[in-house]
């Protein structure tokens, strides 16, 4: 692979290490992708205290080095976990021998060291690859020095960025004293690229020292660059719009198989469907719902208003009789786990609320369910769609974001499409397109089987979008600097 493209990408989390949410399914997928299709791509996060050490098998220390932040210095030691797509770690317990990822009030501090330790690892590794890949604002001071300060090196010159928003909303803006803290020229404040209304903007280092942005759909790229989506941010995704893309996320169609997949009691696929209602009939009675042949709703979320909640708690007791099913798992804000409990309580067998997350039981409920709810205010991709897709449970969502781009509206005299849509962002949307979808399934197997098979027919693999990321870093390999 000597003379192959070579791109290190750089993230806060990545699984199967350490996650939070879709950033981390997407550092830990797309580089398999990549590699297979013949790129040098390499990872690269912070050794988070929560990585379990059963996942550091095999892993190596290389060495060590002193990175220097304005009064403090911190030693940044690297370790690998070597295999196809090498994934390096960059610990310090200072900084990420911590209980959570984020939420700290050094994380200007704390990401500030990591973007630094990444530039300065690529020296002792003799690794300087043609594409950084940063991903959202933890990466964001990566840019700034690479721009700022590391660029004048020479093994550093042709080393291009591309930044890509998994979501605008998340910023990490910090007190004006980060400044110094950086240790970059204070011109960088004065003419406004890393300032943001008073602030220090790590999310809009990204965008305005990135050679490249992308997001995590084409319909999130279009929506960012409106008052409503943009944070703030979309006077500067406008004027870049040229160099900003949408790239739809995928997801590992070989691990989340359903005619494979051990996670799940009953394998099935898109012609035996029987095994399916085998799940849902071994899911139900693991939560404690009645058996009886209603349909069976899901949702697998962060309980937060983005995700469409407060919507639905407006209108859930009417969801109830519509005679469905409702299971829940997530954990969220305190009002609406509170919410969900007392939902449970008043409609005993017919409602799970669990509050926690369990990824063995998030596959059987993606087995189980007949329908997937996602009401969600903005979704800048989403990945659980794709995953109640590839199982046969049929989405119900809002269409934004990537829900836009994965999500079609099913029509009953074609039999195409491969859920349910609503546009408008309130609980009678919500309701009319739960109405279709039920209208549909109380139709019987003959009206219901086809969208069905045609949701399960849908590829939201890896591969396509991979080829999308390698155009995209070839364009930055061959452009001229232009900072």
């Known amino acids: 692979m000597k003379d192959c493209l070579k791109v290190l990408i750089v993230a806060s989390e990545s699984a199967p290490f350490v996650k939070s949410g879709g950033l981390g399914d997407v550092v830990g997928s ?118 700022e300060v590391y660029r004048k090196m020479i093994y550093y010159s042709h080393i291009k960025t591309l930044f890509t928003i998994h979501n605008l909303q998340y910023q990490g803006n910090f007190d004006k004293s980060t400044m110094e803290l950086l240790g970059v020229p204070y011109y960088c404040y004065e003419n406004g690229n890393v300032e943001f209304y008073r602030n220090v903007s790590y999310m809009k280092m990204g965008l305005i020292y990135a050679d490249k942005i992308s997001t995590v759909s084409e319909t999130y790229a279009k929506e960012i660059q409106n008052w409503q989506y943009g944070y703030g941010m979309d006077g500067i995704l406008r004027s870049r719009n040229n160099d900003l893309s949408g790239i739809i996320n995928g997801i590992d169609y070989d691990t989340h198989n359903p005619a494979t997949d051990n996670r799940i009691p009953v394998q099935y696929d898109a012609a035996h469907l029987e095994g399916k209602a085998e799940n849902k009939r071994l899911l139900k009675e693991r939560l404690g719902l ?57 409609y005993r067998g017919k409602v799970s609320a669990n509050l926690f997350f369990d990824e063995a039981l998030a ?5 189980g369910a007949d329908m997937f709810l996602m009401p969600s205010l903005f979704e800048p991709c989403g990945l659980g769609q794709m995953f109640s897709l590839r199982y046969g449970t ?16 099913y029509n009953e005299q074609t039999q195409k499409g491969n859920g349910f849509l609503f546009e408008t962002y309130d ?57």
């Open 30 to 147: 797309l580089p398999q992708a990549l590699r297979a299709q013949g790129v040098d791509v390499r990872v690269v996060i912070p050794r988070h205290l929560s990585i379990k050490d059963s996942t550091m098998y095999d892993v190596e220390y290389l060495g060590e080095f002193p990175v220097h932040l304005a009064w403090r210095t911190q030693q940044a030691k690297i370790l690998v976990k070597p295999g196809d797509v090498p994934v390096y770690f960059i610990e310090n317990d200072f900084y990420f021998g911590r209980g959570e990822l984020y939420g700290y009030g050094d994380d200007n501090e704390r990401f500030a060291f990591f973007g630094k330790a990444v530039l300065d690892m690529m020296a002792m590794l003799d690794f300087y690859p043609d594409v950084l890949h940063c991903n959202d604002w933890q990466t964001g001071p990566v840019c700034l020095y690479l721009k």
């Open 290 to 346: 009645e058996n009886r042949d209603v349909p069976l709703i899901a949702m697998i979320t962060r309980l937060a208003d983005q995700k469409g909640v407060d919507i639905l708690s407006y209108v859930f007791d009417a969801l109830l009789e519509r005679d469905v099913q409702f299971v829940l798992l997530g954990t969220g804000e305190n009002r609406f786990e509170y919410l969900f409990r007392t939902y449970q309580d008043r």
């Open 363 to 367: 596959q059987q409920i993606y087995a």
């Open 394 to 409: 049929i989405p119900i969502a809002r269409k934004t974001g990537g829900l836009a781009d994965t999500i079609t509206h």
């Open 427 to 483: 609980s009678n949307g919500l309701l009319w397109a739960v109405d279709q979808a039920l209208s549909v399934y109380r139709k019987g197997k003959e009206a219901w089987t086809p969208v069905v098979q045609n949701a399960m027919a849908c590829n939201y693999s890896w591969t396509n979008s991979a080829h999308k990321y390698i155009t995209l870093y070839e364009s930055l390999k061959n452009q001229k600097n232009i900072f």
